[in-house]
């Protein structure tokens, strides 16, 4: 499946910003049972998880969002949304957005660019 993600951006420490991960091309019976997720890739370090939301709408979060972050998703329009709140220059990385069928297949955005500046 084909990911869009969108919504990066620059804000300062303690701002918020909301993240989105359209699949305009699937269609419900592909996406609905896809868990997604968050990943992020900050300069030199390897690729975390942030945060995953699944078929089933459980969702699980990185230690370090914990509290500041919240995935949800929006079946009817095909969205995975991120929306991150008092962000920390740490935070700052390129965020993709992933797509998994649960059979193997896995399919990622072409990432968007959050920079918190302290």
């Known amino acids: 499946v084909q990911l869009q993600a969108s919504g990066g951006g620059l804000v300062q420490a303690g701002g918020s910003l909301r993240l989105s991960c359209a699949a305009p091309?699937?269609?419900?019976?592909?996406?609905?049972?896809?868990?997604m997720g968050w990943y992020r890739q900050a300069p030199g370090a390897q690729r975390e998880l942030v945060a995953a939301?699944?078929?089933?709408?459980?969702?699980n979060y990185a230690d370090s969002v914990k509290g500041r972050f919240t995935i949800s998703r929006d079946n009817a329009r095909k969205m995975v949304y991120l929306q991150m709140k008092s962000l920390k220059p740490e935070d700052t990385a390129v965020y993709y957005c992933?797509?998994?069928?649960?059979?193997?297949?896995?399919?990622w955005g072409q990432g968007t660019l959050v920079t918190v500046s302290s």
């Open positions: 992933n797509a998994n069928n649960k059979r193997g297949d896995e399919s």
């Open positions: 091309r699937a269609i419900s019976s592909t996406f609905n049972p896809l868990d």
């Open positions: 939301i699944t078929s089933g709408r459980i969702t």
